[in-house]
């Protein structure tokens, strides 16, 4: 991620790798409508809560993955069973951090396409324009408990609007994030109180357009239809 002058940028968890450690904000505080108490609560606390309880997930599961693996310890019960648990937390808690940071990622611009030529070319072939594709990206995101996603879909080979209503329900294997929003009640309930349209249009106001293009070119490069 870009870090743009976060005020704090020093990693907020000291641990043995980057994917460890809860990234600063890829942009320069404040935004356009969304409050920087919003953007502290958001990112300093859920964010890097995530970061943290991945990675004391994925430590626990480590040596536990050693124990099976060597027939040590017999844990895959599907009604309880600590390796059940952990397995069901690991998704949660990786996209959790996933998603937090291509949400953060998409903020930070001034909602022009002016530098989005290919991600628009292909916006306006499925839904005739941007901003048409905007109003249905908008209603998904009405329609959600938890995320939407504009992601390209490397069976389909076209991108797609998926919604998710909890981080690990919902989502598509093999469909890559290009725009994605949080609809999270803890996303705008400050700022906008029950009003999530409001918080829409302002997310779009604040949307990077640009490196949304470049995700795009990135990830639609991928085709696995057989
Ligand atoms: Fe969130």
Redesign the pocket.
Known sequence: MRNLNRKSSEPLHSTRTNENVAKPLPFRMPLSGISNRTLDN?HDK?YAGYVQKKHEIETRLESLEHDVARGKSVSGNPAYSELRALKDGETYAVNGVYL?EWYFEGLGGNGEFDRASELVRELENRYGTAESFMKYFGECAMASRGWTVLAWDTKASRLKVYNCDAHNQGGVWGALPVVVL?V?E??YFIDFGADRQKYIVTFWKNFDWSAANDLFKRVSTMRLAA
């Open positions: 958001h859920l937090h949080d999270y803890h996303a």
